[in-house]
């Protein structure tokens, strides 16, 4: 019988999880924690998972970048949790109808700005 606590093994592409549910999925996993750490804490690991991502588009292979997109995506989603932050409806409000820049679906912005 297997531990409802392990994650179970199966091939990346059989399983989909929405922004949201992997926001409760962190939250679950380590909210009490993050709230301990507090957010400039948090800040600090989420910049050091930056800098490994950098390090890793510079010079690492295929799975090395994908772990560390994953740690990434997985520090911006604890600080958004320690700070309340809701990032899919913040996601949608900026982005979710278009370009903020130019307001397209299909940014037109000229190539010097920044949308």
């Not at 093994?9 to 926001?23: A, E, I, N, R």
């Not at 924690?33 to 991502?53: A, C, I, P, S, Y």
């Not at 949790?81 to 912005?109: E, R």
Request: proline share 6%; glycine share 8%; hydrophobic share 35%.
């Amino acid at each position: 019988m297997s531990n409802p606590n392990e994650p179970t093994s199966s091939s990346p592409s059989s399983h989909s999880l929405s922004l949201t549910d992997f926001q409760k999925l962190i939250e679950k996993m380590y909210g009490q924690k993050d709230r301990e750490r507090g957010v400039e804490g948090t800040f600090m690991w989420f910049m050091e998972e930056v800098g490994e991502l950098a390090t890793a588009l510079r010079e690492g292979r295929a799975d090395e970048l994908e772990g560390e997109f994953a740690d990434v995506v997985a520090w911006l989603t604890t600080m958004a949790n320690v700070v309340g932050i809701d990032l899919t409806q913040a996601i949608y409000k900026k982005y979710g109808t278009g370009c903020p820049g130019c307001q397209k679906l299909v940014c037109a912005c000229p190539p010097e700005e920044k949308p």
